[in-house]
């Protein structure tokens, strides 16, 4: 079994940062499972914060998984690029299905939240996005193990970028198959940060200009509408985090190179990449504690922690949930 000795401090600094990614996930993984447990209440926003949860809680408890993996790996097979086997390639293929698409899920779920006539059919709007979304990744990380599989010769650990070499080949159909399916997530992350834009500097605003200059209008959604703003400006700033950690990669890694990164930039950077994702995922239970009034009550219901008397839960008449 290949084992690669040599230093590297790039990648010895990827695997310090693996030790913060599996203590954050661990802790991420105790957070979201209370939360998600407060979640199941009367709520149309909560249908929606379930789901998000649970792809939180998909993320967390893969990056978990994942790490004690790679920090056991790592004392046999030190800066192991790549992968050890065939049993070790579909593992990683499997974390990368589930770690981009619980990502993309919530993004785009705290997108469609944003709007009230998604309201009246959470489920529907969330299921769809889930389905969507697994279907896409499932499809372009398959191909993507078919050709480490059975058309690339077996070199494990291996450092000379083989798979990087076979889709540049534009004669190849396989290869072309792959870059229309990056050509698709480029325009989906388009339109992901569009929206953003959109929702950032013109939906938001205009409705938080209604209810200051009209006071008497619906309460209720105006509390809503600030948990849905402070969880979408939580997946907007980790998008816009890990940009600028891919950025700085693209820029200062290319060495000799002239479009991608040295290996281990790439290595560094997916490291980063991951660990931010991980600290949202850990810190969106306490933004909507933060937040979400309604949440609130529910939580100091149960732990019974106001001053003696037993707090209520507000629930929102059906009437105040309109399309829009």
Not at 160 to 165: G, K
Not at 191 to 212: C, D, E, H, S, T
Not at 269 to 288: D, E, K, M, Y
Request: glycine share 2%; net charge positive; proline share 2%.
């Amino acid at each position: 079994m290949p084992n690669i000795t040599g230093s590297s401090v790039l990648y010895d600094t990827e695997y310090l940062i693996k030790y913060l990614d599996l203590s954050l996930s661990a802790f991420g993984i105790v957070t979201n499972i209370i939360h998600i447990c407060f979640l199941f209440q009367n709520s149309k926003i909560f249908i929606f914060l379930i789901f998000i949860t649970g792809a939180d809680l998909l993320h967390v408890s893969t990056v978990f998984f994942f790490q004690i993996r790679n920090v056991l790996i790592y004392i046999y097979h030190r800066n192991c690029v790549g992968y050890l086997n065939y049993f070790d390639m579909f593992f990683k293929s499997l974390v990368i299905i589930f770690t981009e698409f619980a990502a993309d899920s919530g993004a785009w779920i705290s997108i469609f939240m944003s709007f009230k006539w998604s309201w009246n059919h959470a489920k529907k709007v969330a299921t769809w996005i889930f389905l969507i979304l697994f279907i896409f990744v499932s499809v372009y990380c398959s191909l993507i193990m078919l050709i480490f599989a059975y058309i690339l010769p077996y070199s494990p650990c291996n450092t000379e970028d083989l798979a990087q070499q076979f889709l540049e080949d534009k004669e190849n159909p396989i290869a072309q198959i792959i870059l229309i399916y990056s050509n698709l997530e480029f325009v989906f992350g388009i339109a992901q940060v569009l929206a953003n834009i959109f929702l950032l500097f013109i939906w938001f605003p205009l409705k938080f200009y209604k209810f200051r200059k009209h006071r008497k209008l619906d309460n209720f959604y105006l509390e809503n509408l600030k948990c849905i703003f402070s969880i979408f400006l939580s997946f907007m700033i980790c998008d816009f985090s890990r940009f600028i950690v891919l950025l700085i990669c693209y820029t200062y890694g290319k060495e000799d190179r002239e479009y991608q990164p040295s290996q281990e930039y790439l290595t560094i950077s997916n490291g980063l990449s991951q660990i931010i994702r991980t600290t949202f995922a850990c810190l969106r239970p306490f933004i909507v504690l933060k937040v979400c009034k309604n949440y609130q009550e529910i939580v100091k219901a149960f732990f019974i922690i106001s001053t003696g008397s037993t707090s209520f839960i507000k629930v929102a008449p059906k009437s105040s949930v309109t399309t829009t």
